[in-house]
């Protein structure tokens, strides 16, 4: 029977969500307790995409058959505790078999876009096992493959959608299924103009999830994960952070920006232009509640969250040259933007730029911003003086361009500390400072105490 249904959920669950058969059976009582749950986006089950990342980056042989014998046993850990195990079983066999044989040519002849199609096998086989946990429950449950509607660019390892794209094949594919029963599909994956597979970076099944969201126009989008919502900084570095209940979407995005990793960085965006209130909330435990990230909130604190960005280089730049500093900065940012290389803090002084870039983010792993290419063009003009392995440390709040005492706080939080670069100013709502990467913990300890607790 086909029924409209208006004000339909996204349900997003995370690879600690689908780690085995309980957490799948966890979050199936999750879908199953609400009606309006009619999109199921699934994560990798925990551990499976860096596994398959390695596997992508090529293997001698016989690691090879070490990661794919760890990555058989996670499926049939799961498999086994099906009533029907044989259902699916030679799907999830024909998975393997494929990741076995991808595997093999990343080892002769790497590329990137067979990387893609490599790690989209994690997401495969997730949904897969969990449409079947779910019509073991009695649920009228379909999988589906998100490649149809998440159409992307090419750039394989960090893709960006075509959002009209989305829309359009979302209208086309994807409503009539959520009319007629569940649908089960994978976040993190989608597909190029040439119809090869493409991943939106790691993470990315948080933004898989709003975008179709977006392009259904869903009452919701509900992310589920190992934690109950967005916290004042992560948990796992302060024990005395707090849960925000409610939290609007420019702050939860300049938090997932600037590394909470609670959220994919560009989750919000989609959720952003529909208005589309987004729920993260904790499947281990949905008694505990969770954080409502909306468009507005009622009284904005002044400091909100701390986030911390590891692995983060600086990048430094003396010009060579007697010249204004004008044609000095317009000469680096040419340079710059012909390696579209994008620098999100920046100080400068008469003859000197300071950059920090981020290297974290895409599927490939490693720095591939400061490449041969880019080093050779920037020597050429000026010289170049790199520093890896830094940590950035974010103070998120509202309006604190506008306040007294910003700088008191946040400086006396971190007296202790060799900062390499500060940034603020530009936002209204953030001060941003660079650290060894080492002391980035005792920072945030140091200035959630102060500002927080
Ligand atoms: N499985 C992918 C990853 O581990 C995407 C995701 O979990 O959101 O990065
Ligand atoms: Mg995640």
């Known amino acids: 029977m086909t029924r409209i249904y208006p004000q339909f959920v996204v349900a997003k669950f995370g690879g600690t969500s689908v780690a085995d058969f309980d957490a799948m059976n966890r979050s199936a009582t999750i879908v199953l307790a609400d009606d309006h749950v009619r999109l199921v986006v699934l994560s990798a089950s925990a551990g499976v995409t860096n596994l398959l990342v390695e596997l992508s980056e090529g293997l001698e042989s016989c690691d090879r058959m070490d990661k794919i014998d760890t990555l058989r046993t996670i499926q049939y850990n799961i498999i086994s505790r099906l009533q029907r195990p044989s259902v699916i079983s030679k799907e ?240 680096m940012f040419a340079i710059l933007a012909n390696h579209e290389v994008a620098v999100d803090l920046l100080t400068t002084s008469e003859n000197s730029v300071a950059l920090a870039l981020d290297s974290t983010g895409s599927t490939s792993g490693e720095d591939h911003t400061l490449t041969t290419s880019l080093l050779t063009a920037l020597s050429s003009h000026c010289r170049v003086e790199i520093e890896t392995g830094l940590a950035l440390v974010t103070l998120i709040g509202n309006q604190l361009h506008q306040e007294t005492g910003v700088c008191r706080d946040a400086f006396s939080g971190l007296a202790d500390h060799a900062v390499r670069m500060i940034c603020h100013g530009a936002s209204d709502n953030h001060l941003s400072v660079l650290l060894p990467g080492e002391s980035a913990d005792s920072a945030v300890i140091e200035l959630h105490r102060r500002l927080f607790e």
């Open 92 to 331: 999830i066999d024909h998975l393997l078999e494929n990741i076995a044989h991808l595997a093999e040519i990343a080892y002769s002849t790497p590329c990137s876009s067979l990387s893609d199609e490599l790690v989209s096998h994690g997401e495969l086989m997730s949904s897969l096992l969990f449409t079947e946990v779910l019509r073991e429950r009695g649920a009228e449950a379909q999988w589906f493959d998100a490649r149809k509607v998440i159409r992307t660019n090419s750039d394989y390892g960090c893709a960006e959608p075509i959002v009209s794209q989305v829309a359009e094949q979302a209208e086309i594919h994807l409503r009539p299924r959520i009319e007629q029963a569940i649908a089960i599909t994978q976040g993190f994956i989608g597909s190029d103009d040439a119809g090869h597979t493409t991943t939106l970076g790691r993470g990315g099944s948080d933004y898989t999830a709003s975008l179709l969201g977006e392009a259904l126009q869903a009452a919701r989008v509900d992310i589920w994960t190992d934690v109950a919502g967005i916290y004042t900084t992560d948990p796992r570095i302060v024990n005395q952070a707090q849960r925000i209940d409610h939290i609007s979407f420019s702050e939860a995005s300049d938090m997932a920006a600037f590394g909470a990793k609670v959220l994919h960085p560009a989750t919000l965006l989609p959720a952003m232009r529909k208005n589309i209130p987004v729920f993260v909330g904790s499947s281990k435990n949905t008694a505990a509640g969770g954080t409502l990230v909306r468009r507005e909130t009622e009284n904005p604190p002044r400091y909100r969250a701390i986030a911390v960005r590891r692995k983060q280089t600086l990048l430094r730049l003396h010009s060579l040259h007697e010249q204004p500093a004008y044609a000095f900065f317009a000469e």
